[in-house]
Antibody, heavy 126, light 114 residues
Framework: EVHLLESGGGLAQPGGSLRLSCVASGFTFSNYVMSWVRQAPGKGLEWLSALGGSDGSTYYADSVKGRFTISRDNSRNTLYLQMNRLRAEDTAIYYCARLYSGFCTKTSCLDWFDPWGQGTLVTVSS | DIVMTQSPDSLAVSLGERATINCKSS????????????LAWYQQKPGQSPKLLIY???TRESGVPDRFSGSGSGTDFTLTISSLQAEDVAVYYCQQYYTTPPLTFGGGTKVEIK
């Protein structure tokens, strides 16, 4: 069974840092693009970042570019999100998700998310 | 960026009745070389993470009940629950993957029991 388990959430000060982890199981991790999506309290879904399985291609939303860094360790089946210069508006549940890819248009090769982890809550507050 | 707009924001439907959720994209999601619409639907039940229901606008994910169906093409799409069950209470999101990054979601539609 495919499973994703996030950890690393918690309380951070504005301007501070946190690193989230997502451990994957049940599939060949290195074969898949992986992604982070967040959901602010009572709000909708916001895609943040994605990372290719073995080619190292990275993608970021403008809202986190330059502050957040996505990485992975394929030997540990683990995806990471290093979050720096945190702001109050970064408060959210952060989900790890496997991202299907390869059905390319002229402007995209990233597809749909399946499955999703259970999420980890990040609260940015003084 | 492609903007996804869902309507209504919420709806209440009686058990066994039909629920219809709309999703409109700011640009066409139809790719003519492969004749596919680059749109997915997700279900998020209270307190849970999202779950993939449909991709290619109308292809149900394995294990998804056939009361869920997706339709539409170009810029206008619909998710229909043909006979609402109690376990279908959730927020439903559409997502485009025609032009990325960014991958973009609709604002969500909350489905409740009347």
């Amino acid at each position: 069974e495919v499973h994703l388990l996030e950890s690393g959430g918690g309380l951070a000060q504005p301007g501070g840092s946190l690193r989230l982890s997502c451990v994957a199981s049940g599939f060949t991790f290195s074969n898949y693009v992986m992604s982070w999506v967040r959901q602010a309290p009572g709000k909708g879904l916001e895609w943040l970042s994605a990372l290719g399985g073995s080619d190292g291609s990275t993608y970021y939303a403008d809202s986190v570019k330059g502050r957040f860094t996505i990485s992975r360790d394929n030997s540990r089946n683990t995806l990471y999100l290093q979050m720096n210069r945190l702001r109050a508006e970064d408060t959210a549940i952060y989900y790890c998700a496997r991202l299907y890819s390869g059905f390319c248009t002229k402007t995209s090769c990233l597809d749909w998310f399946d499955p999703w982890g259970q999420g980890t809550l990040v609260t940015v507050s003084s | 960026d492609i903007v996804m707009t869902q309507s209504p924001d919420s709806l209440a439907v009686s058990l066994g009745e039909r629920a219809t959720i709309n999703c409109k994209s700011s640009q066409s999601l139809f790719y003519s070389p492969n004749n596919k619409n680059y749109l997915a639907w997700y279900q998020q039940k209270p307190g849970q993470s999202p779950k993939l229901l449909i991709y290619w606008a109308s292809t149900r994910e394995s294990g998804v009940p056939d009361r869920f169906s997706g339709s539409g093409s170009g810029t206008d799409f619909t998710l229909t629950i043909s006979s609402l069950q109690a376990e279908d209470v959730a927020v439903y999101y559409c997502q485009q993957y025609y032009t990325t990054p960014p991958l973009t979601f609709g604002g969500g539609t909350k489905v409740e029991i009347k």
